[in-house]
């Protein structure tokens, strides 16, 4: 459910899937179900899981995600009850803030989080595949430091 999930969400922008198979996603979660210090959250609709959502609990402030909803059932509230669950935990255990990651290209979960009251606060880029090693003649390095450094 968590791979079609974020698949299909993926596909839909025009973006690689964050997970490379169902196994892979199927072995994050479960990592996150058996660790004690990761609270779970489970949505279920006629006898089957349709979301799921966690809350990472090992550091003051608490970590929110991964959450994702059955592509099925997306934009019915699902998603927000999961967050709205988590978010509850964090309050009970008064956690001083809750940190998540946003995926820029999913503008409906930015519109939720942000009705939930999360403010964004800093950018975070990643990158994906093996690094160019042609080389970039627009590049060079700094004199003295044998070409660790780079500017354009």
Excluded: W
């Excluded at 975070?124 to 354009?152: A, F, K, M, N």
């Amino acid at each position: 459910m968590c791979y079609e999930a974020f698949r299909t969400l993926a596909e839909r922008h025009g973006f690689p899937p964050d997970f490379a198979s169902p196994k892979q996603a199927a072995e994050l979660l479960s990592g996150l179900l058996g660790h004690p210090r990761f609270y779970s959250v489970v949505a279920e609709l006629g006898g089957r899981i349709v979301g799921s959502n966690f809350l990472d609990e090992r550091s003051t402030i608490a970590g929110l995600g991964p959450i994702s909803v059955h592509p099925d059932v997306q934009n019915s509230r699902i998603g927000r009850e999961l967050m709205l669950a988590a978010l509850e935990r964090a309050r009970g255990r008064r956690a001083p803030g809750v940190r998540l990651l946003q995926t820029a290209y999913h503008n409906r979960s930015l519109s939720l989080y942000t009705k939930l009251g999360f403010d964004v606060r800093e950018p975070i880029v990643t990158l994906q595949g093996p690094p160019d090693r042609r080389g970039d003649p627009g590049l060079r390095g700094q004199e003295g430091d044998g070409g660790r450094s780079r500017e354009l």
